[in-house]
């Protein structure tokens, strides 16, 4: 009587490397990449596009309805493949109030780790995220430790460009991120299938060549 014979162990099978473990590890990026969508809102858009302000420092800026993003932005610097982004200033706080006053609104936290991004010798990270209840004139301030804030003015002026900072700490006022149909469950999920689509994509052409 012949022998059966032998399988190789699972982990030295391509069926295995191509099909539990590729798809297991496809899921895992799919969920996480899924939930960091979620958390930050969508893709990062124009993150100063509405102005920016020093730290210390104050500006009346024109503000749309609904999400409108906070970041932190202070010089960066390279070293080989990596780039460093200057420290917040200690006790960094940002004010956002109506133009015509009242209480400021609301910050919601948005977690630094997120993301970076650089551009030269500059780069910003998410600080917070604001509800805007109507489109109009609002004053941004943000001061730091030993560092307060200027008064504000006695007549609110808005520039006709959204002012700029090229030096030092400050805060940028931008766009939400972008999300398809504006809904952030729908792009966690969308993420989730581009990721799983591109497992299939990368292991289908190779399942043909493994043995019955």
Same mark, same amino acid.
């Given at each position: 009587m012949e022998s059966g014979t032998l399988r190789a162990p699972f982990y030295q099978r391509g069926s295995f490397w191509l099909g539990p473990f590729a798809w297991g590890l496809g899921l895992l990026v799919a969920v996480g990449l899924g939930a960091a969508w979620y958390v930050l809102g969508g893709f990062p858009r124009d993150h100063d596009k509405y102005g920016e302000v020093s730290v210390p420092g104050q500006a009346i800026l024109s503000l749309p309805s609904g999400d409108v993003r906070l970041n932190f932005e202070n %010089?960066?610097?390279h070293s080989g493949d990596s780039t460093t982004l200057d420290d917040r200033p200690a006790g960094l706080d940002v004010k956002v109030t109506a133009g015509a006053g009242g209480e400021p609104l609301k910050i919601d936290d948005v977690p630094s780790w997120l993301f970076s991004s650089t551009s030269g010798s500059?780069?910003?990270?998410?600080?917070?995220?604001?509800? *805007?209840?109507s489109a109009g004139n609002y004053l941004v301030s943000a001061s730091a430790e030993g560092a307060p804030a200027p008064?504000?003015?006695k007549i609110a002026t808005v520039a006709q460009q959204p002012? %700029? *900072?090229d030096d030092g700490p400050a805060i940028s006022v931008g766009q %939400?991120?972008?999300t398809p149909g504006d809904s952030k469950i729908l792009g966690a999920i969308l993420c989730g299938v581009a990721v799983m689509a591109l497992v299939l994509a990368f292991t289908l052409p190779f399942r043909r060549f493994l043995p019955d």
């Amino acid at each position: 009587m012949e022998s059966g014979t032998l399988r190789a162990p699972f982990y030295q099978r391509g069926s295995f490397w191509l099909g539990p473990f590729a798809w297991g590890l496809g899921l895992l990026v799919a969920v996480g990449l899924g939930a960091a969508w979620y958390v930050l809102g969508g893709f990062p858009r124009d993150h100063d596009k509405y102005g920016e302000v020093s730290v210390p420092g104050q500006a009346i800026l024109s503000l749309p309805s609904g999400d409108v993003r906070l970041n932190f932005e202070n %010089s960066a610097h390279h070293s080989g493949d990596s780039t460093t982004l200057d420290d917040r200033p200690a006790g960094l706080d940002v004010k956002v109030t109506a133009g015509a006053g009242g209480e400021p609104l609301k910050i919601d936290d948005v977690p630094s780790w997120l993301f970076s991004s650089t551009s030269g010798s500059r780069g910003h990270e998410p600080y917070g995220k604001i509800d *805007v209840p109507s489109a109009g004139n609002y004053l941004v301030s943000a001061s730091a430790e030993g560092a307060p804030a200027p008064r504000p003015p006695k007549i609110a002026t808005v520039a006709q460009q959204p002012p %700029s *900072v090229d030096d030092g700490p400050a805060i940028s006022v931008g766009q %939400s991120p972008w999300t398809p149909g504006d809904s952030k469950i729908l792009g966690a999920i969308l993420c989730g299938v581009a990721v799983m689509a591109l497992v299939l994509a990368f292991t289908l052409p190779f399942r043909r060549f493994l043995p019955d």
